[in-house]
């Protein structure tokens, strides 16, 4: 199928514009996500309605802690992404075109199936996740947009590298996503992504302005990203740039995939990092992948109450009426119906 998002260069040469790559292609060759193909001067995609993953998840489990807790999200996946992070958790998905020869693997599925399964499993939402979904951006508009005729929400659970037009296309019918923060160096995006943070840090700015609601992650890896002073202005950028009512995920890492000479992140790494998240300013800090940890409950942030409790990706008590604390009555960011 014909890609969206690309011009036409002399030589039967294309540019992608879908995510900050913007690739050039030369016939026959394909992008760095391995899954947009120049097909004799016409870029095609070649993950449209090829899904490889399928699932129905907590919504806690992408993560978004304050939109629809308790709810169901039908999640799907093409193969296929645009970073090659060597800690990647999904990397036999993700990075399985690169890995295997360019190999296209999936079942072949229409939008009005994924929203049929979605509605008949009851869930709330599609989550486009699992993979990069910048790269199956084609399909995903399809059945986003398909989704809302029929009152499903859309969320996103991406690395934020698309750019600034493919974003225009989906912001009206994208209803929220979890952007990755990986890391606030550019050495890191570099070495460890191959990529560029400040296109990250425009797309999360992008996102606000465009009234998508969003949360953010970084998996905080030992000897990598886990500096106090980075930690610090990841943070200061949270609250400045996007507000301080923005809920940030710090996730723990298990040693993966092409990043496996370091242990998992210590708890006591996350704990200090949710304290900093705090004390620049943001309302809502959560640990990640420590199940029964007090750092995956939201507390209200006026007067200390425990508003929504959690296990893992469990919602075990929500204390909210009308997006308010039960008790003092401060608003709490989120969308809650
Ligand atoms: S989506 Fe990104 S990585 Fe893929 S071809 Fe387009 S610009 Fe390149």
Known sequence: MEALLYEKLEDQKVRCALCSHRCVIAAGQRGICNVRENRGGVLHTLVYGRLIAQHIDPIEKKPLYHFLPGSHSYSIATVGCNFRCRFCQNADIAQLPTDHGGAILGETVSPEAVVAAARQAGCRSISYTYTEPTVFFEFGLATAKLAHAHGIRNVFVTNGYMTP???????????????????????????????????????????????????????????????????????????????????????????????????????????????????????????GNVPGDTGENTFCPACGEVLIERRGFQVQKLRLKEGRCVKCGETIEGVWE
């Open 165 to 287: 037009e493919a974003l225009e296309l989906i912001s009206p019918v994208l209803d929220a996503a979890n952007v990755d923060l990986k890391a606030f160096t550019r050495k890191y995006y570099k070495d460890l992504c191959g990529a560029k943070l400040e296109h990250v840090q425009q797309s999360l700015r992008n996102m606000r302005s465009m009234g998508v609601f969003v949360e953010v992650t970084t998996l905080v890896v030992p000897g990598l990203n886990d500096d106090p002073e980075e930690l610090k202005s990841l943070a200061a950028f949270l609250v400045n740039d996007l507000g301080p009512d923005t809920p940030w995920h710090i996730s723990r890492f298990h040693p993966t995939y092409r990043l496996t000479d370091r242990p998992p992140t210590p708890v006591k790494t996350l704990r200090e990092a949710r304290e900093i998240g705090l004390a620049a300013g943001l309302k809502y800090v959560y640990t």
